[in-house]
Every structure is written in C-alpha cells, then in structure tokens.
C-alpha cells in the first residue's frame, strides 16, 4: 500500500497522495485478478464512512481509495479489502533479473527453490520462456547481491538488471562454439572412438584393468571420459537441483548416470555404454533446447530492439546526441529522414510521413504535422521533424508494450495451469514406475539385471515433463509476441486463449464501427442556390456555435468566403439565428422551419444550371420538387444522418446531412468474423433508434440494441455471455465503455496507442483505430489454442507411449534421450514458433 502526503507547495505527487479535504491511497491486492474479484472488493470499501471513490484495477492488482481522513484510515480499508476475501500486500520495488541460461521449466523451478529461502521477498516468478526472474521486495532486504547470490546457488549465472549483456552469453551465433558445446563435440569423437572398439573393431577392445574385481575394457574407458567430459555440467546441474530438493530433468539425469557407472563398477554390469551416451546426448539435447529457446526470445528482442538507445537533443543552441535515458520530459529531440523515433513526444516543427508499423501495425505511413503525437520506436520516412518529448525511455508506449508482453506470460491459462498440476504428479509416478520395473522386470518379463536397470535408466530420463510444462508458455509468449508486432496488445495468456473460444462479439456504435468524428456527407441546394452558396451561409451561422454538428459543419465550408455575423443567436433544443450582410439566417432542424411556417413538402432542388426557371416551377410535379417533410428527411435520417436545414426568414437555400461515418473496413471486419467462426455479432450503443438501425445494416451486425445507458450495456453482455458457449468479446474505446469491456470475457479497446488508461485496462487492446485487426486477433488465438492443445497432447501422448513400451525393450536409451526429451522440447518449440509467421496482412489477402 503507497500514501503519499503533499509536497511542500501543497501539491502532491505519485500514486498516492492527501490533502486537507481527502486522502487518496492505492492497496496491492495481486489475488483481486477478475471483474467478479473487483466488484467484491469494490463493494466491501464503499461500506466506510468518508470513502469517496473505489477504483478497483484487476490488470494490476491494485486498488485506488480516496477517503475524508477524518471519517476512515488506510488500516480500516485494509481490514475491508480483507472482509471480501483478499489479502493486501505491501507495495515493494519491483526488480527484473536476465538469467538468459534459465530455458526450462525444471531451471526455473531451481531458481524459484533458491528465491523462496530470502526473507523479504514479497512475491517472485521465474519466467524461462524470456529467461527472467521478476520479484518484488518489501524493503531493501534483501540486497540484490544476495537475490544474485540465490539464482547463482541455483546454477545459473545474472546479468544485471538493467539487461546489458554479459561477455559469455551464448548467443544465436556462439551457442555452437560455446564452452558447453566444445565439451559435448569432444565428449562425442570420443564417445564415437570407443563404440568403434566396442562393436566394429572388438579384437582391438581388450582388458585395460580391473575395478572391483570388474574388468575395465578399452572401450570402456573411452565411454568413462565422455562421461567425464561430457557429464560435468549435467552432474554440476544435478548437484544444485538435489540441494535445492528439486526433482528435476538434471536431478534424474545424473542419478541415471552415476546409477549406471555405479551399476558397471560395483555389481559388474558394464554399461559404461549407456553412461557415456545418456552424457553426450542429453548434451546435446540441452543445446537443441537452448537453441529453441532462444529462437522464441528472438520474438520479444526484437520488440526491445525497435527503440533506439540515442537520441539528437536541441541543447545549449546546439544539437547534441546523448542517450535516451538522459532525455527529459519537455526537451526538443530531431529526427532526421530515415531515423528512428527515440521517445514518445509531440510534433512541434516540420512535417513528414511516419511508419507507424512497429506500434500500431499499420502497413500505410501516417502524415504527421504540427500538434500530431508520435511514438518512441517509429520511423520517420521523409522529412524533418522536432519533437517536444512527453514521456521518459521508460515510460513510453514502446516500453509498456514490452513490458506488458513480458509481463502476460504470468496470467496463466487454465491449459498451463493443469499441466502445472499434472506435472506434479507426473515425475513422482514415473519414478516410482522406474523402481518397480527396475525390479519386477527379471521376475515377471524375465531379463538380466543389466537389461533391468537400463530399463529403469531409460525411464528416469523420460520422467521429467520438461517438453510437456514448456509445451503452453512457449506458444503463449510467441502467440503474444507475433500479436504485438501486428499492433495488437493482448495481456495474458488468459486472455488469448479466451479470445479464441468467444462465439459472439459485442461492438459499441461510436469510435468502434465509426469514426466518432462527424461530417458532412451530402447537401442538397434548393432555390437556385448551390451547394458552395449553402455551405458558406451554413458556415457563417455555425461559426460560433460550439455543438459538434456545427464544427463538422464549419471543417466542410473551409475558410472562404467569410461574412459579417451579428446578432448570433442559439435556439435551444432547434438550431441558431444570426444575421448574415444584415440578412437574418436560420439553421437547424426540420422543425424550425415548420414554425417558420415554411411548406417544406414543396421545394424545389437547383438544377445542374444552377437557376429553378418558371416552367420548372409550373412542372413542379415532375422536375426538381422535393418533398422534405415526407421523403429528403426521412430517407437521410434513415441512413444514419442528422439532417440541418438553412435558410432566411423568407426563402429555404438547401439542406445538410451531418452523420458520424461508418469505418470503411467496419463491414469487411463483421463479415471476416462470421467466415472465421463467430456465431453472433451485435452492436450496443446510446444512440438513438433510427441512426442505430442504419449503421447496424451498413456493417452487417446480426443484432443491435440502441439508446443504452451503461449499465444496461453491461446487461446486455452479461445476456450474451450467457446465451453463448464460448463467452463474449466486447470491443469498445477502452474508456466510456470501460464498465461493458470489464463484464466482458474479452475486453478489446479500439485505438490504445499512447493511451495510458486503454494499455493497463484493457484485455486486449487494437493499438491503431484499426477494427480490421479484430478478425486477425480471434484467428490467431484460435490458431494458438489449437497449437497449445497440440503441443500438450503430443508431448504427453508421446512421453507416456514412451514409458510404456520401455519394459518390453521397445526404447533404447538413446531414442527417450533425442525423442522423449530433446525431440519434443523441439518440436514443440518448433510448433509454437508458426505463430509467430501469422501475420494481420495475411488474413487481408485471404479475404480477397
């Protein structure tokens, strides 16, 4: 819990602060992570005396309370927060830890054993699929030297926090030629060197010695020195697992090891052979594995990598280059053609066409201008731009992306979290399963001892479920990160995998399925009058009205043309009156002009020569007439539109249709759902009825409800995730819609870029006002949730064929090494990684 007090000048500052009238206090609820969680929470606060507000936030397990510090204090709120069920934490600095040789489930296990022994930590988690370990303290204990000291005991080495690289870090290039991997080659040519004395030259294989009362062949002491060379870091490994009381693939891989060399010397089994190539495969395998790994991080690197680490400031009457994070909020920063963008700012010189792409995934360059906002991580295309910065290097949209990204992988799906609870399970079964066929097999399947404890060998390498625990995190991190490439945030793998199995989807009408901008979209000139003369008349009496019909208005009449206004006049709840030229005007609703007494089922429209003549007017019946009333209006309106008339005292100079326009791409997306899946599309709006129904047939929508007030928005959601199997997506601005989107299954906000509130409310979030991106989302969250089912049942299926078949001497050692372990841990890193190939502009072409 953070509460901070006002600064000297009274101002107050940071998450929390209090005054003379309120004090404003923000908990850590981290097991608050629902819309169900929030409410609970929210309601059991509202029950103190002087609360003014409660603002749950489930995205960050936090609560805001402002409060009368007369009426309550930050311990009753506590208690409340309890009183629902939840525990408060206290607030703690939060540390990110590279621990790149971290790249299995079993390696975070040991590093997490290590964490749980230092007192002051409040919470931590091991994240192998990015190799880090974030944790958060309560204090200054304990140091991060000891944090470092802790994942070291584990076994593995820490860069520093900050990310920077250390000088050993295996990387895509060196990992081949690293330490490691000159130990496993040579442990190989020699491993290859005593199989030839074994099996092709077995004359040359004679007796070298004896070991208790064993004899020691030539061979065999080639099998001991890739052991020796080979072994040493997997026997290094198990060391730190078995004093970490960590049962993992290292632990079980060097009892096999020394069970076997154990076997050979002490009861004169001889399988050297088998000792030497659990060593060198499982060598290899960790290579296969680590080079998987390291593949699927390429994905969120390359996330990291889009920021530039320096940029051009305006200092002292010069221009200087110094690093983004010695760049402050307010500063000037150049950005020449070609450059990356360095910081989040506004433009505030030059103009020039800039590649939104890496945020936003929009494929077409964005003109920026004077007052446009620009993102940190863009690419400025053409022309020269001054930046006024806005935001730190770290807190940029860029840097909230990635640190969102790296942070999703900590909502679990509920696929990874049975695999969490099965695995569990698994390694105890089929150890105890090694034991029991270890010693039953020469009693029941009648074989040699030997053969017996190869069997059991074979079946402690096949009990870690190493491929079968990575099998969903590696998919959601790639599904995630191919996501955030395309301009879409998705916050956890809870929320991919929910995306995929929604069969209805709910659109809000405004800024959703529209622009939430309006415009003119057609003007009829009556009278002999032209559109140019309406429009000027139009913009002189909208000029200093401030409704949004009359800026659409004004934006569409341009700047020529100016005339005298006086005697500016608004009509309330009808239109305005002023005097154009000493002329009086009017503009408004149909209504208006009814009271003016005007037979608006009898005008006529200009003719192309611009002039009604006589003979016209006396054929009225058939050229030009309109009937406004009856027929122009209500067809307008029924399109969506807002309809503005204007005229004098005496005569009617045209009409305007005003109406907020439908995105272009609004019904390609509705009908991409549809084709992809989704069962039932409906859009929620406060609307009116007439403008609902028009957009609703414009873009296809299966249903519609219009003029809802917010709660009844959540009603209808909550009707629909009820009538749905799968649940309910909701798409909306990610703030007026905010009640609607939290109800939801899925909560996707439209246009989030730069915005603070959509990025941490929002489930998934459309960085560009894109809505062509939505059919993209739910295609890739199906594909990531049948990747994920893939993943799971085939490392399980084939694990468990694995370990059955070993008793009846169907898997030699060497296949549960390469197939059980290594081959899986591949594969389906190999699998996940075709997210990462689905791309927003390949959905576009398929449904062309």
């Not at 990015?130 to 470092?148: D, K, M, N, W």
Request: glycine share 10%; with cysteine.
């Amino acid at each position: 819990m953070t509460t901070e007090e006002p600064d000297d000048d009274g101002s107050t500052s940071g998450a929390g602060s209090s005054s003379d009238e309120h004090t404003v206090s923000q908990f850590a609820v981290p097991e608050m992570d629902c819309a169900s969680c929030a409410s609970k929470v929210e309601n059991s606060v509202r029950r103190l005396d002087g609360v003014e507000s409660v603002e749950p936030q489930v995205t960050t397990g936090t609560l805001t309370v402002t409060y009368d510090d007369g009426s309550t204090d930050d311990a009753a709120i506590t208690e409340r927060v309890r009183k629902a069920g939840y525990s408060v934490a206290d607030s703690g600095e939060t540390v990110r830890l590279s621990v790149p040789g971290m790249d299995c489930a079993s390696c975070a296990g040991k590093v997490e054993s290590a964490l749980s022994g230092l007192d002051g930590l409040q919470r931590f988690e091991a994240q192998p699929t990015t190799g880090t370990v974030v944790l958060t303290r309560t204090g200054e204990e304990p140091t991060e030297a000891a944090v470092v000291a802790a994942i070291e005991s584990a076994g593995y080495e820490v860069e520093d926090a900050t990310g920077t690289e250390s000088t050993d870090a295996e990387t895509d290039e060196s990992l081949w030629t690293s330490p490691r991997a000159l130990k496993t080659w040579a442990s190989g040519a020699v491993l290859a060197v005593g199989l030839v004395l074994e099996f092709l030259v077995p004359g040359a294989n004679v007796p070298v010695g004896t070991v208790l009362g064993s004899d020691i062949h030539a061979a065999d002491v080639f099998f001991l020195v890739a052991v020796a060379v080979g072994g040493q870091a997997i026997l290094r490994n198990g060391y730190y697992s078995a004093r970490n009381r960590n049962l993992d693939i290292d632990l079980l891989m060097s009892i096999a090891i020394l069970g076997a060399l154990t076997a050979s010397l002490a009861f004169g089994e001889a399988l050297y052979f088998e000792a030497a190539t659990l060593a060198v495969l499982f060598s290899v395998a960790e290579l296969l594995e680590r080079y998987s790994m390291d593949r699927a991080r390429d994905s969120l690197e390359e996330l990291m990598d889009l920021s530039p680490a320096e940029a051009t400031v305006q200092r002292d009457g010069g221009e200087v280059t110094v690093p983004v994070e010695e760049v402050d909020v307010g500063e000037r920063v150049v950005v020449k053609p070609g450059e990356k963008i360095p910081l989040d700012g506004d433009v505030i010189d030059g103009e020039s066409a800039v590649n939104q792409a890496p945020i936003t995934g929009e494929s077409v360059p964005v003109d920026k201008t004077v007052g446009d906002e620009v993102y940190a991580g863009t690419i400025n295309e053409e022309g020269y731009l001054e930046i006024q910065v806005t935001s730190e290097s770290s807190e940029n949209t860029l840097s909230r992306i990635v640190e969102l990204v790296e942070d999703a992988q900590s909502n679990k799906t509920d696929r990874e979290q049975f695999v969490e609870r099965f695995s569990a399970y698994y390694t105890p079964v089929v150890v105890a399963f090694a034991v029991l066929v270890t010693v039953a097999s020469p009693v029941v399947l009648g074989t040699t001892l030997s053969t017996a404890v190869v069997y059991g060998l074979t079946l402690l390498v096949l009990a870690c479920p190493c491929a079968f625990v990575i099998s969903t995190p590696v998919s959601v991190v790639s599904g995630i990160t191919s996501a955030a490439k395309n301009g879409v945030l998705i916050k956890g793998g809870n929320h991919l995998e929910a995306m995929g199995e929604v069969d209805a989807v709910a659109f809000d009408k405004t800024g959703t399925l529209t622009k939430g901008e309006l415009t003119v979209t057609d003007v009829v000139a009556l009278n002999g009058n032209s559109e140019d003369d309406v429009l000027r008349c139009a913009r002189g009496l909208e000029t200093r009205s401030e409704h949004p019909i009359g800026e659409a208005i004004v934006a569409e009449a341009g700047d020529g043309g100016d005339r005298e206004v006086e005697g500016f006049e608004s009509i309330t709840g009808k239109g305005v009156r002023a005097e154009l030229g000493g002329v009086p005007h009017f503009a408004g609703k149909p209504g208006l002009f009814e009271e003016l007494e005007f037979d608006l089922s009898h005008v006529h429209a200009t003719t192309d020569g611009g002039l009604v003549t006589k003979t016209a007017k006396q054929l009225c019946e058939r050229n030009n007439c309109l009937d406004l009333l009856d027929e122009t209006v209500p067809r307008l309106q029924s399109e969506g539109k807002t309809v503005v008339l204007v005229g004098t005292e005496d005569e009617l100079e045209g009409v305007i249709a005003v109406a907020d326009e439908v995105r272009p791409e609004a019904r390609a997306a509705v009908e991409r759902l549809k084709a992809l899946g989704i069962e039932r599309t409906v859009m929620l709006t406060g609307d009116n009825e007439r403008t609902a129904g028009a957009i609703a047939q414009q873009v296809g929508v299966d249903d519609y409800a219009a003029e809802l007030l917010p709660d009844e928005k959540v009603a209808r959601v909550e009707e629909l995730d009820e009538e749905s199997d799968g649940g309910v997506a909701m798409v909306g601005d990610g703030i007026n819609d905010a009640p609607a989107l939290a109800t939801a299954t899925v909560g996707v906000a439209m246009g989030a870029a730069g915005t603070d509130t959509a990025l941490e409310t929002a489930d998934v979030a459309l960085l560009s006002d894109d809505l062509s991106k939505l059919p993209y989302l739910y295609d890739l969250s199906a594909r990531a949730n049948g990747v994920i089912r893939q993943n799971v049942w085939a490392s399980l299926g084939i694990k468990a064929a694995l370990a059955l078949a070993v008793p009846f001497g169907y898997v030699p050692i060497w296949l549960a090494v390469l197939a059980g372990d290594a081959g899986m841990t591949t594969a389906v890193t190999g699998n996940a990684m075709r997210l990462s190939t689905v791309r927003a502009d390949d959905l576009d072409t398929e449904s062309e």
